[in-house]
Structures are given as structure tokens and as C-alpha cells.
């Protein structure tokens, strides 16, 4: 994720010769998150809602194709947030959750930086914030639980039993639910010649 200090967050686009602005605190990119994750859900209304959620002139979209409400999805997470819901994988070892780990997050980031996260609703971009949780101190509770996650357990020797029931205690009450993840799909391929028409300001 590029970030500079000399970096501004516009955070529009011309669409069909309308700038279209975009909400992107880190509330809002978090409740996105949660509703890719609702399987009450379909793809296709998972689409619809995200754009309502992000795009804050949403009625100059509304009636565009949903092929194209896909297109302009995926635009958004490539081309501001970095992120390709195309290429999304699960692969690896999960070892945060931002729903499930909520509270111990906010209370890393209020002992870390004093900052209310609720208090930083609409506020907050979510680049500032990423930016902020990932350097959180190895000292936080989040990055101690996030090391207990990861450790492997040792190999048993006549030594360390009481070490290694610990340390399986302390991973059973840190584990993570594993639900089935889906993101949005993508309904077909072309992206690429829509993507075309879409320029980014600033």
C-alpha cells in the first residue's frame, strides 16, 4: 500500500464526465467488509449495497448495469484501497480478524495512540488507519494475542510439558472461528474495457 506523507486523499473519479466522491473511513471500509462476509447476501447484493456504502453520489449509478456496478467495485478496492477482490485468497494462516478481534483492537489503538476508535467514525481514512494498525507496539495485547496465534508448539520432551499445556491453553482461548469467507464475485470478464473509461483525479 503506497503511503507518503506528501500523499492527499482525494478519493474521486470522473465517471462518464460526473466526479463521483467515495466514503472511505475505516468504519465504513470495515462494515463493507462485514457485509462481503454476510452469507444472507447474494453476490449481486453485495455489490449493490457496497456502492451504496462507498459511493456517496450513488444516484448517478444507480440505474448502470450490474455488470458495470461490478466493474466500478472492483475499481474502487484496486484503486484505492489496494486491494483486488479478484485475486482475494485465503490462503495462509489467519491470524487476525478485525470483527472478532474488534475489541481487543480498539483497546490496542486507545493504549497505543489514545485514540477512541468510535470516536474517529467518518474521520478516520482507512489508509491512516491501516497504517496505525499495522505498526502497532509488539507490546499491545493485539500483537501479543497475534504472536500466540502464530507460535508452534514445541516438540514434547520430558521438559516441557507444563510449558506446552500452556501455551495450547492460551491458543484455544485466542483461536479464531473460521467461517466460510466469500467476496464479491466477479459476474464476467470485462473489466478491463470498462476500466478504460474510468480516470482517477488528483
Same mark, same amino acid.
Request: proline share 1%.
Given at each position: 500500500?503506497?503511503?507518503?506523507l ?8 470522473e ?16 462494515? @463493507?467488509?462485514?457485509l ?6 447474494? #453476490? ?8 451504496e ?10 440505474? @448502470?448495469?450490474?455488470?458495470e ?25 489467519? @491470524?487476525?480478524?478485525?470483527e472478532? !478481534? #474488534? ?8 493504549? #497505543? ?17 491501516m ?10 495485547k493485539?500483537?501479543?494475542? @497475534? ?6 508448539? *514445541?516438540?514434547s ?21 473460521? *467461517?466460510?469467507? /466469500?467476496t464479491?464475485?466477479?459476474? !464476467? ?10 480516470? *482517477? /483525479?488528483?
Amino acid at each position: 500500500m503506497t503511503f507518503l506523507l506528501t500523499s492527499t486523499f482525494d478519493d474521486c473519479f470522473e465517471y462518464r464526465g460526473e466526479t463521483i466522491h467515495l466514503d472511505l473511513s475505516f468504519d465504513n471500509i470495515l462494515r @463493507v467488509f462485514e457485509l462481503f462476509n454476510d452469507q444472507m447476501f447474494s #453476490a449481486y447484493e453485495k455489490i449493490e449495497v457496497a456502492l451504496e456504502m462507498l459511493v456517496r453520489e450513488h444516484d448517478l449509478i444507480e440505474k @448502470v448495469e450490474l455488470e458495470e456496478k461490478n466493474a466500478l467495485l472492483l475499481y474502487i478496492f484496486r484503486e484505492f484501497l489496494d486491494m483486488d477482490l479478484e485475486k482475494h485468497s485465503e490462503s495462509g494462516e489467519k @491470524v487476525f480478524d478485525f470483527e472478532q !478481534d #474488534a475489541g481487543i483492537i480498539f483497546a490496542s489503538f486507545f493504549r #497505543a495512540y489514545h485514540i477512541d476508535l468510535f470516536e474517529q467514525h467518518g474521520k478516520l481514512h482507512w489508509k491512516k488507519f491501516m497504517q496505525l494498525f499495522q505498526n502497532l507496539d509488539d507490546k499491545s495485547k493485539f500483537k501479543e494475542i @497475534v504472536n500466540i496465534r502464530q507460535m508452534d508448539l *514445541p516438540k514434547s520432551d520430558k521438559h516441557n510439558a507444563e510449558y506446552r499445556k500452556q501455551i495450547q491453553k492460551m491458543k484455544q482461548i485466542y483461536a479464531l472461528n473460521k *467461517p466460510t469467507i /466469500r467476496t464479491v464475485e466477479s459476474i !464476467d470478464k470485462k473489466w478491463d474495457a470498462i476500466a478504460q473509461s474510468l480516470k *482517477p /483525479r488528483g
